[in-house]
């Protein structure tokens, strides 16, 4: 879509678009270029050499079985996430659509976790679920189950799940929300009078109209889960026990400043790169579809 | 009289307890005692004669973290420095690409959108070793510049702009307002809303900021009061749990309030610039 009017001018707005476009060239492309080229070179032991390597830094990655182990790890984490808070967050917003009272403060009370930071969001779960200290966790223990998700690499991974699904519920509640109330009343009215019953109504009427909501929330969900639940894993779990909860963005992490192995890091980086791309351009694909219907 | 909905209050209310129970928690566990709480005696009842932890960690740090209040120092002028620059910046382009014809105003369109698909968690090595070649490490540019670039505002900005009326476009240049008295006089104020919501998410996103600031301000002048948090349980021996407790209550504060103060641009800006 293009303006018609427009103003004259050819300096004027070059210097309006330069600050933002210095920023990008700066701290995203170069950053990214470089994180592609040294994908491709591997420095010999004491770092005075950079050789070009082509595609073994990416043939060694994906041959090695940890960092397969890592994408799956992080495919069932982000589907657990997403599933998770956005069934909850469905079933929350179903219920606050509903005409009842005190809808308003409810509905303050449960969009407020939205401004929790990840890594603020995991101390409040360790009060909970902290084996020595937490509410929880203290519960289990003395009921003869052993609990301690800084030892089990399963109870750690259900911790890292639960605590980065229950910052995201807002953020789905709030989407959702706004979604059921877009749907005309006359709509679901017309499929109250001719008899259809709460589940079915809901299954046949409410959730086709909802679809587009779904798949858009789907994909910022597994971008949420994928990358900004770093400060979440980081405070609870710093990956481990072992590698139990290290995802592909902690184990980039790792490797590159903890480790230190650059062109192993890098190649990680691309990946994760195309995955980003690869959903940025379903999202949009999907959304451009959404706007001509 | 209506009938009152029981199943919608009480899945609702549920709902509202699985948020409420851990921020209580940690209400309660900042005013009490740190032996009691890693014995495992955590009470459910604050104790009013703990809350000068609060003064305590404001003043005086901890082991391995400077004080809370340059911590927050530091947040505040994190988050707002990101906020007020990505808000400047993209309002500054969105206007450029919409209002103007000039050359490579596609190319430097899809340059900005591009950055969309290239978060920090993808390109932390490069990034690190871009930001040591320029000398910001460690320095306040260094932690909030970098975040200031931003897609998101931009794109949001150009949908606002697209459909204001050609008419009123019209209009204002007859009266003879030049390209920056428009921009002043009319499109600010015609896109106030989404500037209070966009503050919002911007604020929020730069408070709540965890990886870039661990990867670029190593000195405990630059923490910001996420990583000190982190920092403050990463010491996991005798952490202080009244001190991380007030911590994290002290951390939410500030972002929390912003979104129930405004609370209804904020949920409207969120849910249109989806769209």
């Known amino acids: 879509m293009e303006r018609r009017t427009i103003f004259p001018g050819r300096a004027f707005p070059i210097l309006l678009v330069l600050p933002q476009l210095l920023l990008t060239f700066v701290f995203f492309l170069w950053p990214a270029g470089q994180a592609i080229w040294s994908s491709m070179t591997r420095a010999d032991p004491f770092g005075i050499r950079t050789t070009f390597v082509g595609t073994e830094n990416f043939y060694d990655l994906f041959t090695d079985p940890l960092y397969r182990d890592s994408i799956g790890r992080t495919l069932v984490f982000c589907v657990a996430v997403s599933v998770l808070s956005m069934g909850v967050a469905l079933l929350l917003a179903v219920c606050a659509d509903r005409e009842i009272r005190g809808r308003g403060w409810y509905r303050i009370m449960l969009i407020w976790p939205y401004a929790v930071a990840p890594a603020v969001a995991a101390v409040l779960w360790i009060l909970l679920l902290h084996p020595q200290i937490g509410l929880i966790g203290r519960w289990l223990n003395r009921h003869g189950v052993p609990w301690d998700y800084k030892l089990n690499g399963l109870q750690a991974m259900s911790v890292v799940i639960g605590a980065s699904a229950w910052k995201q519920v807002s953020y789905n509640f709030i989407f959702f929300l706004a979604g059921l109330q877009s749907i005309p009343r006359a709509v679901i009215e017309a499929a109250r009078m001719d008899g259809a019953k709460g589940w079915f109504r809901f299954r046949t009427m409410v959730l086709p109209l909802l679809m587009p909501t779904v798949f858009f929330l789907i994909v910022v969900n597994l971008v949420y889960a994928a990358f900004d639940t770093f400060g979440t894993i980081q405070a609870l779990t710093q990956g481990g026990p072992g590698k139990a909860t290290e995802t592909l963005v902690v184990k980039v992490f790792r490797d590159g400043l903890i480790n230190l192995d650059v062109g192993g890091s890098s190649a990680q980086s691309v990946v994760l790169m195309l995955g980003v791309i690869v959903l940025t351009a379903v999202q949009f694909r999907f959304l451009s579809r959404r706007t001509d219907s | ?275």
Request: charged share 10%.
């Open chain 2, 1 to 275: 009289m209506r009938r009152i909905d029981w199943p919608a209050h009480v899945v609702l209310l549920l709902g509202v307890a699985l948020f409420i129970l851990p921020l209580w928690l940690v209400l309660a566990g900042s005013t009490q005692d740190s032996a009691a709480i890693s014995r495992g005696e955590l009470s459910l009842i604050p104790r009013l004669s703990g809350l000068h932890v609060y003064a305590d960690i404001l003043s005086q740090g901890s082991p391995g973290a400077g004080p809370v209040w340059r911590m927050l120092l530091v947040s505040g002028a994190m988050a707002l420095t990101i906020a007020i620059g990505k808000i400047v910046i993209s309002i500054l382009s969105a206007y450029a690409v919409t209002f103007f014809r000039f050359p490579f105003r596609m190319a430097a369109f899809w340059t900005i959108f591009i950055t969309l698909m290239l978060p920090v968690e993808v390109r932390i090595v490069p990034t690190y070793s871009v930001m040591s070649d320029l000398g910001l490490i460690n320095t306040f540019p260094g932690l909030t510049i970098p975040l200031i670039a931003s897609a998101t505002a931009t794109l949001l900005f150009r949908q606002t702009f697209l459909v204001i009326p050609d008419e009123l476009v019209e209009a204002a240049r007859m009266d003879g307002a030049g390209p920056w008295r428009f921009f002043k006089d009319i499109l600010i104020p015609v896109s106030s809303s989404n500037l209070a919501a966009l503050f919002v998410i911007l604020f929020v996103y730069g408070w709540n900021q965890y990886l870039w600031p661990l990867l670029v301000a190593t000195t405990p002048q630059l923490d910001t009061i996420v990583i000190g948090i982190v920092k403050m349980i990463g010491t996991e021996t005798q952490t202080e749990w009244n001190r991380v407790m007030a911590t994290a209550v002290l951390a939410l504060l500030p972002p929390v309030a912003v979104v129930i103060l405004m609370q209804r641009w904020f949920v409207r800006g969120l849910t249109d610039g989806e769209k």
